[in-house]
């Protein structure tokens, strides 16, 4: 038997298969760069985090070089082969490949209840490379493997599948949930747990539904499809006896993602008409012959990938945000900010990252509004040309910054 290709949620830069039926096979190319890490200290060269089909089991692979410690090729004739316990490593050219016998029963980890079908141990240096692994192959044991279950297309509450012509579908259940899932203080009902990609279709899904805790999730009946809202691109909906289906045409073009590397074909963001569930979902098809786009290879592509403001991220955009507004003379304008920030800090302008400036330019007027009211002579705020607006930064369009 061949090497099958393995499809997960989170995956940059890993090529996973099935081998002989029943060994994992990670390869990495070492020449990767997919952006710094969360932490701002690493560079991702590759990284596999996710559920392995219905199987039970669970990866998470990271493949990194520490910030300022570029991949060094020579190095790689250095590599020696660690002896490890059900985990074989290798290099081939650039390429880095790591073999685990999912058959094996594995071992008791000893910080967590999970079972370690097999593992690097922590981070291990490959060669002289100024790269690192580390890698984790688990199993809970209330949960017992099934390898028979590796290759299927299901995820957290969710199904993909192909429908005649040229329709994609997506089906979840309303009456589960997902497990140990949670947005907010909200009850998730189904998450692909980042970015999934159906192995028959090709076509990949980011997607979480939701509904308020304690609030039931399902509707009335809609048997023909239905726009899922009135913001939906390309997305319809039907819902029968609580299993909720979405559907997408596979060709339909709906502009490219943030990655450049993908069209969207059916976007929605907000409540699911006719029920109590709220939904974030992207349906994409990758453009052929088209790679990732990076920062400073052309423009910013890197995503603020914090939903949180108390974070590094939202420090160096308020940092940005400081020193742009310095040099505006007139009315501020989240469109021109906003510009100058993705400019600066190298980020996608999508409209996370226009939440994130509005918050940052409201934060910074209100610095400076308060530094007005502790001055001891209040008549310079007052002088003529003195002021400017907030413009469309808020609500507040009379507030008034001083020079």
Request: proline share 3%.
């Amino acid at each position: 038997m061949g090497m099958q290709r393995i499809e997960i949620g989170s995956n940059k830069g890993c090529e996973l298969g099935l081998e002989d039926g029943k060994v994992l096979v990670i390869k990495v190319d070492l020449t990767q760069d997919h952006g710094k890490s969360s932490t701002g200290k690493s560079n991702i060269i590759g990284s596999a985090n996710g559920v392995l089909g219905k199987s039970g089991l669970r990866i998470n692979c990271n493949v990194y070089a520490k910030e300022g410690k570029p991949f060094n090729k020579g190095g790689l004739n250095t590599f020696e082969a660690p002896d490890l316990e059900n985990m074989d490593m290798s290099v081939d050219g650039t390429t880095f490949i790591a073999r685990v016998d999912l058959t094996k029963e594995g071992t008791k980890s000893k910080n967590t209840d999970t079972i370690l079908v097999g593992s690097t141990s922590g981070n291990r240096k490959i060669g002289g490379s100024n790269v690192f692994c580390g890698i984790n192959i688990t199993n809970n044991p209330k949960n017992p493997k099934d390898l028979s279950l590796l290759m299927t297309a299901e995820g957290d509450n969710f199904a993909m599948q192909p429908i005649d012509g040229n329709t994609i579908s997506f089906t979840l259940d309303t009456s589960k949930t997902a497990a140990n899932k949670s947005k907010g203080g909200n009850l998730v009902i189904s998450t692909t747990e980042g970015i999934f990609k159906d192995p028959k279709t090709g076509i990949s899904i980011n997607s979480v539904v939701y509904t308020k805790a304690g609030k039931p999730s399902f509707g009335d009946d809609v048997t023909t499809p239905t726009p899922v809202n009135a913001k939906a691109q390309g997305l319809t909906y039907t819902l029968q006896k609580g299993k909720m289906t979405f559907y997408a045409d596979i060709t339909a073009d709906y502009g490219e993602t943030t990655s450049g590397a993908s069209m969207a074909i059916g976007k929605s963001n907000g409540k699911i008409d006719g029920t109590n569930l709220s939904g974030n979902m992207t349906f994409f098809r990758r453009i052929a012959g088209r790679a990732l786009q990076r920062p400073g290879a052309g423009s910013p592509t890197s995503e603020l990938k914090s939903s949180s403001f108390e974070t590094k991220q939202y420090v160096d955009l308020l940092k940005a945000v400081r020193k742009i507004l310095a040099k505006i003379d007139g009315d501020i304008k989240v469109k021109v900010v906003l510009k100058k920030v993705s400019e600066k800090c190298g980020w996608v302008e999508s409209d996370k990252l226009k939440q994130f400036t509005k918050k940052a330019i409201n934060e910074v007027l209100a610095e400076e509004e308060e530094d007005e009211e502790e001055e001891e002579d209040g008549s310079a705020s007052s002088e003529a040309g003195g002021k400017r607006k907030r413009g469309d930064a808020g609500d507040e369009s009379a507030a008034k910054r001083k020079k």
